[in-house]
């Protein structure tokens, strides 16, 4: 673990920071005290960038071990905002009764793998459907009308249990409800169906909505996914941790549009990217591993002819170890933060030097522990030299704890003047 990752998360998210600090200790002795803590600024570093890097209509779906995934979901509340939660996905990777490689006495069957769902904002694409199979269809879609249009039937009225709603309640062609309940949709909506040939009218009795075949999308999908079963047969590489193409498939299609990007940032041997590449998605796929660089280019070799040319013309995947240089920041790559300046009068020449990516924010955490609200900002200055100064500072002039003690302006000369 790189003390970089704690200094970042520190200084750009001081909740998530504090929570990390609290679960120091907690996990697994022979992996090391820390081994959870560790795991999680790991994880929550590579998460923070994700979240940078999505767009606003995006989602992130995190596939985690059971063991963790209470912890991540705290992560992700912290990085994503806990409004951003959508789900916790249960997917029931193994038929049977769960004595697996997972079995172990004492303990109920582990069947399930957890996929957490988090969005970026509320304005997300999201298109959960599965398809119905054609046994389905013919047992659902049992009606044809007029117009040649097989339809199923279902109630257009609420029963009398449910609450009633002062819009929902209304006279329409020359029907109200006997109930003192309510039409399930407004009125404008019942127009708008009826004009379609979408209501049903049955002599004396109340009519029903037709649910037309060719406006069905398939079945809603719940949290529970138990119609896919974990890799096997021939989509089987040999990589150890490989996930079913239908999972993926499943995923892409219920959170983006054709041409849309997919990015998988711990990609093994890439089947987010060849599900995504089937769906005529863009992708990217990252993997430190070099067994992972073998098994792609395995992959694409064997790539099924239904693939677009693309994948298979373009089957080259080159190997580095040079981490690749962010290139949205200018001709210096580094990123830039705010070195600032804070002062409080109840405690005279003496000043905060700290480092943020939203200095505001942070005079605001300052404030908020004050209750006389005394913390203000001398000076701030944006630099990719934030950690260097911060440092210079700290050694140039006397420290006691965290703040330094000296002349306010020698202070901001020394920082504006500082050279790497
Ligand atoms: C659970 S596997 C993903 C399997 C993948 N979904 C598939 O179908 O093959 C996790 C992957 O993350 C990779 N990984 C671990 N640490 C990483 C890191 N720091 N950066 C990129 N990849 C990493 C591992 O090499 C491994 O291939």
């Known amino acids: 673990m790189k003390d970089e990752w704690v200094q970042t998360i520190r200084e750009d998210l001081p909740d998530l920071s504090e929570f990390l600090e609290g679960i120091k200790g907690i996990g697994p002795i022979y992996r090391g005290a820390d081994a959870n803590y560790c795991y999680c600024c790991y994880m929550s570093i590579r998460l923070i960038e994700i979240h940078r890097i999505l767009r606003n209509t995006g989602s992130v779906y995190l596939h985690v071990d059971p063991t963790m995934s209470h912890y991540l979901k705290l992560i992700m509340d912290c990085i994503f905002g806990y409004k951003n939660f959508r789900n916790e996905i249960a997917w029931k990777r193994n038929a049977g009764h769960g004595k697996g490689n997972q079995y172990t006495p004492k303990k109920y069957g582990a069947l399930n793998d957890t996929i957490i769902f988090y969005v970026k904002s509320n304005n997300y694409f999201f298109d959960p459907y599965i398809p119905l199979t054609k046994k389905e269809i013919d047992a659902k879609f049992d009606n044809v009308d007029a117009q040649q249009r097989r339809y199923y039937t279902h109630q257009i009225m609420c029963n009398p249990t449910m609450p009633s709603r002062s819009n929902l309640c209304y006279t329409y062609n020359g029907v109200t409800n006997p109930h003192p309940s309510v039409w399930m949709v407004s009125k404008e909506r019942l127009i708008e169906m009826d004009a379609n040939g979408e209501v049903l009218w049955r002599d004396n009795k109340l009519p029903l909505r037709k649910i037309l075949l060719k406006n069905y999308k398939g079945n809603p999908l719940s949290t529970a996914w138990t119609d896919i079963p974990s890799t096997r047969g021939k989509e089987k590489l040999g990589y150890p941790t490989q996930k079913p193409i239908a999972l993926l498939e499943r995923i892409i299609k219920a959170s983006s549009r054709e041409g849309d990007v997919v990015l998988d940032p711990f990609c093994g041997c890439a089947t987010a990217c060849f599900a995504a590449e089937k769906l005529e998605r863009q992708w990217i796929g990252i993997d430190v591993s070099k067994k992972a660089y073998d098994y792609i280019k395995k992959r694409l070799r064997t790539a099924p002819a239904a693939l677009n040319n ?64 005394g913390y203000q900002k001398e000076f701030v200055f944006e630099t990719p030299y934030y950690r260097e100064i911060e440092k210079h500072i700290q050694e140039k002039f006397d420290n006691l704890s965290e703040w330094v003690q000296g002349d306010l302006e020698e202070i901001i000369q020394a920082i504006k003047n500082y050279t790497p």
């Open 310 to 373: 693309l994948w298979k013309i373009e089957a080259e995947v080159d190997l580095g170890v040079e981490s690749p240089k962010r290139t949205d920041l200018g001709v210096d790559h580094r990123e830039k933060k705010f070195v600032y300046v804070i002062s409080n009068p109840t405690f005279p020449n003496v000043y905060k030097v700290g480092i943020s990516k939203n200095w505001k924010a942070r005079l605001n955490q300052y404030q908020t522990s004050d209750p006389l609200r």
